[in-house]
C-alpha cells in the first residue's frame, strides 16, 4: 500500500509546491491536501482537496477515516492581517494545531507527523549566544508568531508522549526566500526603501523555497528520525549586505520611533512586532543536526538563496554595472589628475 | 532551476581571492574587462608620458580603497556566523585603530611567540581604563604582529550588541556574546578567542586602585579551556589605567543611563566631548608561556578545586607580569 499523506497550509506557496512534489513521488498513493483558500495554481489528480478550516469536524472526518499515514502540518501562519488580525491568528496555529493534533490522536494509521515550524521560536535580544543549537534553553517569545509557534511545538512533543508509534519530527525553519515565495520578510525587500533600526545590522539566514521543499519532502518520504533540527542556508548574511544586494536604499529609523515606523510599514509588509526586534538583533541557528541526523544539506547558501530571491523578483535601485562604472571613471579621474601633477609639478 | 552563484575566479592586485560573484566563465565583469584588455593589445599606451611614480603608491591605495567602497555598496562581501567581517577589520578598523596602537599609545609587544600560529587558544587578559581600548589593542597585536595575523575573537558583555552603532562593529570585529556556548564554539573551530574575565569590575575602577586585578569572574573561562583543551595564554597590560584615570564614579547618573558606571576623570566630563581623547600613556603588552590545559583531560572541568587552582594561577601570573613590567616603565607616558 502506499503512502497516504495529508498536508495542511496546502495552498500557499510552500504546501502547493510539496503536494505537488508528493504527487509525482510513485509511492504516494494519496495526497489531501488542506486548506480554505484557492491554490494559486490547480493541485494534480492524485490530489484530494478539503477545502476547511483546521477548526472543522470533516477534517477530523478525513484524518481518522482516509487512512492517512503522515501527517505534514504546515498551516501556522506569520501573517496576522492575511489571518484577519492577531486573535484571528493565533486561534487559526493555536487552536487548528490542537483539532488537528486531537484528530490524529485517533488516527489507526498514523505513523509520522511532520511539523514546520520556525527559527523564530528562539526570539531575537541582545543577550542571545550567536548561533543556536536546537537544545539550548531559550527565552520564550511573548508575544507574536514565535510564541505560536512554541506553543504549537509544545502541542506536538505532547502529541508524541501520548502516541509513541508515532514519529514526531520538528523542522525550525530560517526564513524563507526564492523566486515564489510571498512572506512578510520577501515583502520588506520589495518595499521602495527598506526601514532599519539605526545603529543596528542583524545577522539573518535564509532559506530557498527550493530547499524548503526538500527537506519536507525528505522528512515525510525519507528514514527521517524524530526531533527537532534546525532548516536554513549555509552562512550568514547581513541586514546591510541584504538590503545592498538587493539594490535599495536603507531607511535608519532611531529606536526609539521604530514601533511607530513599524506600524505604518506593518500594514503593507503584515508584519508582527517580534519580527521587528528580529531585524534589530537577528539570530542564526546552527544547521549541524539536520545535516548529520536527516542527513539534509540545503543546496543552497544563505546569501546565494537571497541573490537568487533578489534577482528574480527584485528592481534594483543601484546595479552591479552602474558600480563598476562608477569605480573605472573615480580610476580614470585619478590617473588623469596625478598624470597632471606629475607633468606640472616641479621635480 | 538556477544554480548558486559562482564566486570570480581572478585574483585581486593583492593576490587575494576576488570576492565578485563570476558569471558563465568563472570571472567577475571587472576581471573579465581587465584579462580581455591585458591580452589582445600588448602595447595599448605608446607610454605619452614617464609613469607617475611619485604617485603610484597613493593609486594602488585608491584602486583598493575604490574596489572596497564598490563591494560595500554591492553587498558583495562574506562574514562568519558570528558575523565576523575580516574585509571591512582590513580596509576601515584595524586602520582606524593602528595610529593609536603605533603613535598613541606606542604600543610595545612581547611574548607573541608564546600565542600558537594555528588552532586555538584563550587569550585572557587583565581589564582597565574605562573603555575597553586595552582589548582593542590586544587584538591590533595579534593582528599586526604575531607572524600568522591571528583574528582575537573577544567576548564581550551583552551591553555591547544592545547599544546602536557599537553592536554591529562588535560583531563585524569578530567579537561575540560572552557565553559558554559561543566560547565553546569559537574554540572548537580553532579560533584564538580572547577574554577579560574581570570585566566591569575591572574596566570601571577607580584610579587609585590601579593594576590590582579584581576578581576573575567565577572562572568560567578556565571551564571552557579545559573542555575544549585549548590552552591558555595569560596576556598583561600595562598602560590602559592611565588612559581614563576614574577619580569618582557617579553612580546614579550610569543607572539613569543604564551604563555599569559613569566616569569622572580630569577631562571628562569637564572638558566636554574633548575629555573623551585618552590620555597618551606608553604601553606594554607581554603574552605570558601558555598554560596547557589539554594535559588534565575535559574530565577536570568537573572538578572545582582544579578550576579555582587554575583561575588563581592565571590571575597571579597577570598580576606578577603587570608589577614586573611596571618597574620596568620610566614613567607613565616615558
Request: with cysteine.
Given at each position: 500500500?502506499?503512502?497516504?499523506?495529508?498536508?495542511?497550509?496546502?495552498?500557499?506557496?510552500?504546501?502547493?509546491?510539496?503536494?505537488?512534489?508528493?504527487?509525482?513521488?510513485?509511492?504516494?498513493e494519496?495526497?489531501?491536501a488542506?486548506?480554505?483558500?484557492?491554490p494559486?495554481?490547480?493541485?494534480?489528480?492524485?490530489?484530494?482537496?478539503?477545502?476547511?478550516?483546521?477548526?472543522?469536524?470533516?477534517?477530523?472526518?478525513?484524518?481518522?477515516?482516509?487512512?492517512?499515514?503522515?501527517?505534514?502540518?504546515?498551516?501556522?501562519?506569520?501573517?496576522?492581517?492575511?489571518?484577519?488580525?492577531?486573535?484571528?491568528?493565533?486561534?487559526?496555529?493555536?487552536?487548528?494545531?490542537?483539532?488537528?493534533?486531537?484528530?490524529?490522536?485517533?488516527?489507526?494509521?498514523?505513523?509520522?507527523l511532520?511539523?514546520?515550524?520556525?527559527?523564530?521560536?528562539?526570539g531575537?535580544?541582545?543577550?542571545?549566544?550567536?548561533?543556536?543549537?536546537?537544545?539550548?534553553?531559550?527565552?520564550?517569545?511573548?508575544?507574536?508568531?514565535?510564541?505560536?509557534?512554541?506553543?504549537?511545538?509544545?502541542?506536538?512533543?505532547?502529541?508524541?508522549?501520548?502516541?509513541?508509534?508515532?514519529?514526531v519530527?520538528?523542522?525550525?525553519?530560517?526564513?524563507?526566500?526564492?523566486?515564489?515565495?510571498?512572506?512578510?520578510?520577501?515583502?520588506?525587500?520589495?518595499?521602495?526603501?527598506?526601514?532599519?533600526?539605526?545603529?543596528?545590522?542583524?545577522?539573518?539566514?535564509?532559506l530557498h523555497?527550493e530547499?524548503?521543499?526538500?527537506?519536507?519532502?525528505?522528512?515525510?518520504?525519507?528514514?527521517?528520525?524524530?526531533?527537532?533540527?534546525?532548516?536554513?542556508?549555509d552562512?550568514?548574511?547581513?541586514?546591510?549586505?541584504?538590503?545592498?544586494?538587493?539594490?535599495?536604499?536603507?531607511?535608519?529609523?532611531?529606536e526609539?520611533?521604530?514601533?511607530?515606523?513599524?506600524?505604518?510599514?506593518?500594514?503593507?509588509?503584515?508584519?508582527?512586532?517580534?519580527q521587528?526586534?528580529?531585524?534589530?538583533?537577528?539570530?542564526?541557528?546552527d544547521?549541524?543536526?539536520?545535516?548529520?541526523?536527516?542527513?539534509?544539506l540545503?543546496?543552497w547558501?544563505?546569501?546565494?538563496?537571497?541573490?537568487?530571491?533578489?534577482?528574480?523578483?527584485?528592481?534594483?535601485?543601484?546595479?552591479?554595472?552602474?558600480?563598476?562604472?562608477?569605480?573605472?571613471?573615480?580610476?580614470?579621474?585619478?590617473?588623469?589628475?596625478?598624470t597632471?601633477?606629475a607633468r606640472?609639478?616641479?621635480r | 532551476?538556477?544554480?548558486?552563484?559562482?564566486?570570480?575566479?581572478?585574483?585581486?592586485?593583492?593576490?587575494?581571492?576576488?570576492?565578485?560573484?563570476?558569471?558563465?566563465?568563472?570571472?567577475?565583469?571587472?576581471?573579465?574587462?581587465?584579462?580581455?584588455?591585458?591580452?589582445?593589445?600588448?602595447?595599448?599606451?605608446?607610454?605619452?608620458?614617464?609613469?607617475?611614480?611619485?604617485?603610484?603608491?597613493?593609486?594602488?591605495?585608491?584602486?583598493?580603497?575604490?574596489?572596497?567602497?564598490?563591494?560595500?555598496?554591492?553587498?558583495?562581501?562574506?562574514?562568519?556566523?558570528?558575523?565576523?567581517?575580516?574585509?571591512?577589520?582590513?580596509?576601515?578598523?584595524?586602520?582606524?585603530?593602528?595610529?593609536?596602537?603605533?603613535?598613541?599609545?606606542?604600543?610595545?609587544?612581547r611574548?607573541?611567540?608564546?600565542?600558537?600560529?594555528?588552532?586555538?587558544?584563550?587569550?585572557?587578559?587583565?581589564?582597565?581604563?574605562?573603555?575597553?581600548f586595552?582589548?582593542?589593542?590586544?587584538?591590533?597585536?595579534?593582528?599586526?604582529?604575531?607572524?600568522?595575523?591571528?583574528?582575537?575573537?573577544?567576548?564581550a558583555?551583552?551591553?555591547?550588541?544592545?547599544?546602536?552603532?557599537?553592536?554591529?562593529?562588535?560583531?563585524?570585529?569578530?567579537?561575540?556574546?560572552?557565553?559558554?556556548?559561543?566560547?565553546?564554539?569559537?574554540?572548537?573551530?580553532?579560533?584564538l578567542?580572547?577574554?577579560?574575565?574581570?570585566?566591569?569590575?575591572?574596566?570601571?575602577?577607580?584610579?587609585?586602585?590601579?593594576?590590582?586585578?579584581?576578581?576573575f569572574?567565577?572562572?568560567?573561562?578556565?571551564?571552557?579551556?579545559?573542555?575544549?583543551?585549548?590552552?591558555?595564554?595569560?596576556?598583561?597590560?600595562?598602560?590602559?589605567?592611565?588612559i581614563?584615570?576614574?577619580?569618582?564614579?557617579?553612580?546614579?547618573?550610569?543607572?539613569?543611563?543604564?551604563?555599569?558606571?559613569?566616569?569622572?576623570?580630569?577631562?571628562?566630563?569637564?572638558?566636554?566631548?574633548?575629555?573623551?581623547?585618552p590620555?597618551?600613556?606608553?604601553?606594554?603588552?607581554?603574552?605570558?608561556?601558555?598554560?596547557?590545559?589539554?594535559s588534565?583531560?575535559?574530565?577536570?572541568?568537573?572538578?572545582?578545586?582544579?578550576?579555582?587552582?587554575?583561575?588563581d594561577?592565571?590571575?597571579?601570573?597577570?598580576?606578577?607580569?603587570?608589577?614586573?613590567?611596571?618597574?620596568a616603565?620610566?614613567?607613565?607616558?616615558?
Open positions: 500500500m502506499g503512502r497516504r499523506v495529508l498536508v495542511t497550509g496546502a495552498a500557499r506557496s510552500t504546501g502547493r509546491r510539496l503536494v505537488g512534489a508528493l504527487a509525482e513521488e510513485p509511492e504516494v494519496l495526497v489531501v488542506v486548506d480554505e483558500q484557492e494559486a495554481e490547480p493541485f494534480p489528480d492524485k490530489v484530494e482537496r478539503l477545502v476547511v478550516d483546521l477548526r472543522s469536524p470533516a477534517l477530523v472526518r478525513t484524518v481518522q477515516s482516509a487512512g492517512i499515514d503522515t501527517c505534514a502540518h504546515l498551516g501556522v501562519t506569520a501573517e496576522p492581517r492575511a489571518a484577519g488580525g492577531r486573535v484571528s491568528m493565533k486561534e487559526r496555529n493555536v487552536l487548528g494545531t490542537m483539532q488537528l493534533l486531537a484528530a490524529a490522536y485517533h488516527a489507526p494509521d498514523l505513523r509520522r511532520v511539523l514546520k515550524s520556525t527559527t523564530a521560536v528562539y531575537a535580544t541582545a543577550a542571545d549566544p550567536a548561533v543556536w543549537t536546537e537544545s539550548m534553553p531559550h527565552e520564550t517569545p511573548r508575544h507574536g508568531f514565535g510564541k505560536d509557534a512554541i506553543e504549537v511545538e509544545d502541542y506536538a512533543r505532547s502529541f508524541e508522549r501520548r502516541r509513541p508509534d508515532v514519529a519530527t520538528v523542522l525550525r525553519l530560517a526564513n524563507q526566500v526564492g523566486p515564489n515565495v510571498d512572506n512578510p520578510l520577501t515583502r520588506y525587500f520589495e518595499l521602495p526603501v527598506c526601514p532599519t533600526v539605526l545603529g543596528f545590522d542583524p545577522r539573518l539566514q535564509f523555497e530547499d524548503t521543499a526538500e527537506v519536507l519532502l525528505r522528512t515525510i518520504l525519507g528514514p527521517a528520525p524524530d526531533g527537532t533540527f534546525n532548516v536554513a542556508g552562512g550568514v548574511v547581513l541586514l546591510s549586505q541584504a538590503i545592498r544586494i538587493a539594490g535599495k536604499p536603507a531607511l535608519p529609523i532611531p526609539p520611533l521604530v514601533n511607530q515606523v513599524a506600524e505604518v510599514v506593518g500594514r503593507t509588509v503584515d508584519f508582527s512586532p517580534e521587528v526586534r528580529f531585524l534589530q538583533y537577528g539570530r542564526v541557528a544547521t549541524s543536526a539536520a545535516a548529520e541526523q536527516l542527513g539534509f540545503p543546496k547558501t544563505s546569501l546565494h538563496a537571497f541573490e537568487d530571491f533578489a534577482a528574480t523578483r527584485l528592481r534594483k535601485l543601484v546595479t552591479e554595472e552602474q558600480v563598476l562604472r562608477l569605480e573605472r571613471e573615480v580610476m580614470s579621474l585619478l590617473r588623469q589628475a596625478t597632471w601633477l606640472e609639478l616641479p | 532551476m538556477t544554480p548558486p552563484r559562482e564566486r570570480c575566479h581572478a585574483r585581486t592586485r593583492k593576490g587575494d581571492r576576488c570576492r565578485n560573484p563570476a558569471g558563465p566563465d568563472g570571472l567577475c565583469a571587472l576581471h573579465r574587462r581587465q584579462l580581455a584588455q591585458a591580452a589582445p593589445d600588448p602595447a595599448p599606451d605608446p607610454a605619452p608620458e614617464p609613469a607617475p611614480d611619485r604617485f603610484a603608491p597613493f593609486l594602488e591605495w585608491a584602486e583598493e580603497a575604490v574596489e572596497f567602497l564598490g563591494r560595500r555598496l554591492l553587498g558583495e562581501y562574506e562574514v562568519d556566523e558570528f558575523g565576523h567581517d575580516p574585509d571591512l577589520v582590513e580596509h576601515v578598523l584595524a586602520p582606524l585603530l593602528r595610529p593609536l596602537y603605533r603613535h598613541w599609545w606606542r604600543v610595545e609587544t611574548g607573541l611567540e608564546h600565542v600558537p600560529d594555528s588552532g586555538p587558544a584563550l587569550v585572557v587578559g587583565n581589564h582597565a581604563g574605562t573603555l575597553p586595552d582589548a582593542l589593542m590586544v587584538a591590533v597585536a595579534l593582528l599586526d604582529e604575531h607572524p600568522a595575523h591571528r583574528s582575537l575573537r573577544m567576548l558583555a551583552d551591553l555591547a550588541f544592545d547599544l546602536p552603532v557599537v553592536a554591529p562593529l562588535a560583531r563585524k570585529a569578530g567579537n561575540t556574546l560572552a557565553c559558554a556556548e559561543d566560547a565553546t564554539r569559537l574554540l572548537e573551530a580553532g579560533e578567542v580572547g577574554v577579560w574575565p574581570e570585566g566591569y569590575k575591572g574596566l570601571g575602577k577607580p584610579y587609585r586602585e590601579r593594576y590590582q586585578l579584581q576578581r569572574g567565577r572562572g568560567g573561562f578556565v571551564e571552557i579551556a579545559l573542555r575544549t583543551g585549548a590552552p591558555i595564554v595569560p596576556v598583561a597590560v600595562v598602560g590602559s589605567e592611565e581614563y584615570p576614574m577619580l569618582a564614579n557617579l553612580r546614579r547618573v550610569a543607572r539613569l543611563l543604564g551604563f555599569p558606571y559613569f566616569p569622572v576623570t580630569p577631562t571628562f566630563p569637564a572638558l566636554g566631548p574633548l575629555g573623551a581623547i590620555l597618551p600613556s606608553k604601553w606594554l603588552i607581554e603574552f605570558c608561556p601558555p598554560i596547557d590545559t589539554a588534565l583531560g575535559p574530565e577536570a572541568a568537573m572538578d572545582p578545586m582544579t578550576l579555582f587552582d587554575l583561575t594561577q592565571v590571575r597571579d601570573t597577570i598580576q606578577q607580569t603587570v608589577h614586573r613590567n611596571l618597574l616603565r620610566r614613567s607613565v607616558f616615558g
